[in-house]
C-alpha cells in the first residue's frame, strides 16, 4: 500500500530564511506525490505535483520540490520564507490499496511557523 | 462561483443522533470525496464518487454513508453517532480523479458527546 512519511510535526523558521519540510513516500507503483497547504480555518489547496514529467516541480508562491526516487523522497522548499507561508503543509501519495487514481493518501503534516 | 460549499460549518451531536453533512459544488466536477481531519492523524478518506451513482469507499468508511444522486451534490451521512467521529470533515472534488487538483471545502466541525 503506499503510504507517506513527514519527518518533523512541525518546524520553526525566520523570516527570510530557507523553508525544507521532508517527505518520504512507499509506493508499489510509480507514484503520484502532491503537496497541500492548509491555511487556518480552510480546506486544502494544492501547492504542486509530480507526476513523473520533470524530477524538480515548482508549484505556486515560490514553493518548489524534487523527486528523488533513490531516496523516495518528495522534500519542499522555499528559499526565502515569509509571514503568509505559515501554515500547515500535507505531502500526499496517490493510490490507497491497489494504486486506485481515486484514492490520495496524505501525510500527517508539518506546522510551518514563520517568526519574524 | 462558489466552488465546494459544506454546510453545517459546526455541529454538536450525542451519541447515537444521525445527522447529513452536506457537500454542493457548482463546477460540474464529477469526482467528490469526503476526508475527516484529526489532530496528528493528517486527512483519511472516507468515501468517494465518481460521478452520480457511483461510489466507494475509501479507508475508513465505517460508520458513514454516501450517495450521489446528481453531479452537483454529494451529502455524508452518520447514521447512529459515535464520540469517535468526533472530527473535522472536509469535501474536496475535482474534474475527474484524485490525480487532478482537488478543491476543498471549508470543512465542517462535528462534536459528539
Known amino acids: 500500500a503506499q503510504s507517506v512519511t513527514q519527518l518533523g510535526s512541525h518546524v520553526s523558521v525566520s523570516e527570510g530564511a530557507l523553508v525544507l519540510l521532508r517527505c518520504n513516500y512507499s509506493s508499489s507503483v510509480p507514484p503520484y506525490l502532491f503537496w497541500y497547504v492548509q491555511y487556518p480555518n480552510q480546506g486544502l489547496q494544492l501547492l504542486l505535483k509530480?507526476?513523473?514529467?520533470?524530477?524538480l516541480v515548482k508549484g505556486i508562491n515560490g514553493f518548489e520540490a524534487e523527486f528523488k526516487k533513490s531516496e523516495t523522497s518528495f522534500h519542499l522548499t522555499k528559499p526565502s520564507a515569509h509571514m503568509s507561508d505559515a501554515a500547515e503543509y500535507f505531502c500526499?501519495?496517490?493510490?490507497?490499496?491497489?494504486?486506485?487514481?481515486?484514492?490520495?493518501?496524505f501525510g500527517k503534516g508539518t506546522l510551518l511557523t514563520v517568526n519574524p | 462561483n462558489a466552488g465546494v460549499t459544506q454546510t453545517p460549518k459546526f455541529q454538536v451531536l450525542k451519541t447515537g443522533q444521525s445527522m447529513t453533512l452536506q457537500c454542493a459544488q457548482d463546477?460540474?466536477?464529477?469526482?467528490m470525496s469526503w476526508y475527516r481531519q484529526d489532530p496528528g492523524m493528517g486527512l483519511r478518506l472516507i468515501h468517494y464518487?465518481?460521478?452520480?451513482?457511483?461510489?466507494d469507499q475509501g479507508e475508513v468508511p465505517n460508520g458513514y454513508n454516501v450517495s450521489r444522486s446528481t453531479t452537483e451534490d454529494f451529502p455524508l451521512r452518520l447514521l447512529s453517532a459515535a464520540p469517535s467521529q468526533t472530527s473535522v470533515y472536509f469535501c474536496?472534488?475535482?474534474?475527474?480523479?484524485?490525480?487532478?487538483?482537488?478543491?476543498f471545502g471549508n470543512g465542517t466541525r462535528l462534536t459528539v458527546t
Open positions: 474536496a472534488s475535482s474534474l475527474r480523479d484524485a490525480l487532478l487538483p482537488l478543491h
Open positions: 500526499a501519495v496517490s493510490g490507497g490499496s491497489g494504486g486506485s487514481n481515486y484514492k490520495l493518501t
Open positions: 509530480y507526476t513523473s514529467a520533470a524530477t
Open positions: 464518487s465518481v460521478g452520480a451513482g457511483i461510489t
Open positions: 463546477m460540474n466536477h464529477e469526482y
